[in-house]
T-cell receptor
């Protein structure tokens, strides 16, 4: 499978703690994206990092990308109970402009934040 | 939220019957995608469309067909449903001002008995 691998599969923390999720992949990318899914809902885009970027921030989210190691991490700082959800990384193909925006998703990390 | 709706939201059907799921968008996005989501597999791409009447296969296309006769609608058909097609199906779109970002519909839960 060309899907990315996410680690850990599940993460349980207390409110106020930081949560770190990791994503590895096997082939070259154009971009890497992170999505969130609340139980029973569709996915919601969080952040996109391009292959020529190393770090990106959005509010309490920090994403890093290491293309030499083919890995990315998502850090959620000062977590809240409302952050409880599944988090997915998604790899955007490097297909010379013919990827048609396709993404390959990892299996996700289930984050539980206890009040 | 991008205006993406899916219908039906829930469906129970029997093995061997045809099933059609509909995705409708109001964002005029060029690209549309059908995924299935199963425990332990994340989201897997079934088919995608890069324009009206332009479609192609994804990772898990066997047993599925699609059609896109107008920009706003993307139909997924299970020609003869099997129990292995019990899943949650998500439609997504991209290609607007959000670039490569995909916007997801609420999903359709399909149970094949």
């Amino acid at each position: 499978s060309q899907q990315g691998e996410e680690d850990p599969q599940a993460l349980s923390i207390q409110e106020g703690e930081n949560a770190t999720m990791n994503c590895s992949y096997k082939t070259s990318i154009n971009n890497l994206q992170w999505y969130r899914q609340n139980s029973g809902r569709g996915l919601v885009h969080l952040i996109l990092i391009r292959s020529n970027e190393r770090e990106k921030h959005s509010g309490r989210l920090r994403v890093t990308l290491d293309t030499s190691k083919k890995s990315s991490s998502l850090l959620i700082t000062a977590s809240r109970a409302a952050d409880t959800a599944s988090y997915f990384c998604a790899r955007g193909e490097d297909a010379g402009g013919t990827s048609y925006g396709k993404l390959t998703f990892g299996q996700g990390t289930i984050l539980t934040v206890h009040p | 939220d991008a205006g993406i709706t899916q219908s039906p939201r829930h469906k129970v059907t029997e093995t061997g019957t045809p099933v059609t799921l509909r995705c409708h968008q109001t964002e005029n996005h060029r690209y549309m995608y059908w995924y299935r989501q199963d425990p332990g597999h994340g989201l897997r791409l079934i088919h995608y469309s890069y324009g009206v009447k332009d479609t192609d296969k994804g990772e898990v296309s066997d047993g599925y067909s699609v059609s896109r006769s107008k920009t706003e609608d993307f139909l997924l058909t299970l020609e003869s449903a099997t129990s292995s097609q019990t899943s949650v199906y998500f439609c997504a779109t991209s290609g607007g001002t959000g670039g490569e970002t995909q916007y997801f519909g609420p999903g359709t839960r399909l149970l094949v008995l």
